[in-house]
């Protein structure tokens, strides 16, 4: 059986003792920290945490630990949160038409092997409804037109369907359209998208042309947070191909899918067991 536990991720400005005023507070409660992970940015002098604690060791419940943590957190201006490792995050799916991440999640969901709960998959095609409900998840079908009040449209229905799945966390697993910005605002730090390539080079559409016609020697995949700025979130994580001379557009498509799948659901893993933290543009990931 695995152990339960509390995750308390936190940011605040460095100081001497935070380490000590943490742990005392655990360990006044009863609390055996199984787990810390800490890092100070010495540029913005941050400090960054990441404790796991027993939850059976503690003589209170989760909301019971919120509450008697918030005045330390206060005392030292700390942005925090608390999750329990047993409840699996509600994660939306979405998708076009490819189907290499899409599936690779899926599978790595009923295998148990990533831990999470599907909400459902909405995509602006019906390639792969039976894929999905083949999995026994929901899957809904949104088409995106070209003009610009039929997508209007078409995000707010899928806008609706989101709200209606209460995810913690929504996956775009290669959908091929850009979510406008009011969307991106009000799910922030919570979407997550695979771009294939190594950003920030080769941002928007057809990065493996572009990276072709280049001539690169090296391109990849990166799994960042989705802000209203196109391809520019925070990144949790990166992986890379290397191109040889006769490698063609084509080549360059299959070798990818294997990072860009990778890729993700190293990121998503990263996330959902709350080991990213995000300061502006930038990530600390323990990992």
């Known amino acids: 059986m695995t152990q ?13 003792g935070i380490v000590a005023r943490i742990a005392s507070f655990i360990a006044a409660k009863g609390g055996s920290i ?12 941050l400090f960054y945490m990441r404790y796991v604690v027993d939850a059976d060791s503690l003589n209170m419940d989760a909301d019971a630990f919120r509450a008697a943590f918030d005045p330390v957190a206060r005392e030292l201006q700390m942005e925090w949160r608390l ?21 690779d999640l899926l599978h790595l969901w009923r295998s148990g092997d990533l831990f999470f709960e599907p909400a459902c998959v909405i995509s602006n095609h019906d390639d792969l409804r039976e894929l999905v409900e083949w999995h026994g998840v929901t899957y809904h079908h949104v088409p995106v037109p070209r003009e610009d009040a039929g997508k209007q449209a078409a995000f707010e229905q899928t806008s609706a369907l989101i709200r209606a799945a209460e995810p913690d ?10 979510l406008p910005p009011w969307l991106c605002s009000e799910y922030a730090g919570r979407i997550i998208n695979i771009h294939h390539s190594f950003l920030p080079s080769f941002i928007g559409a057809r990065p ?34 290397r191109i040889r001379h006769h490698d063609t557009v084509e080549e360059l498509v299959r070798l990818g899918k294997d990072v860009e799948k990778t890729v993700l659901a190293r990121g998503l893993r990263y996330h959902l067991e709350d080991r990213v933290l995000v300061q502006g543009n930038k990530t600390v990931v323990f990992s």
Do not use: N, W
Not at 34 to 45: H, N, P, V, W
Not at 215 to 240: F, N, S
């Open 34 to 45: 199984i787990g810390a992970s800490q890092y100070e940015d010495t540029e913005t002098r």
């Open 208 to 241: 493996y042309h572009q990276a072709f016609h280049r001539g690169v020697k090296l391109t990849g995949a990166t799994c960042h947070y989705v802000t209203e700025e196109l391809d520019a979130g925070p990144i949790i994580e990166q992986d890379v191909i």
């Open 4 to 16: 339960r536990s509390y995750r308390l991720v936190g940011i605040c400005p460095d100081q001497v």
């Open 169 to 178: 966390t929504i996956v775009l697993a290669r959908y091929m359209q850009i």
């Open 83 to 103: 999750t329990e490792s047993a409840k699996p995050k509600r994660v939306v799916l979405m998708v076009s038409r490819l189907d290499h991440c899409l599936a």
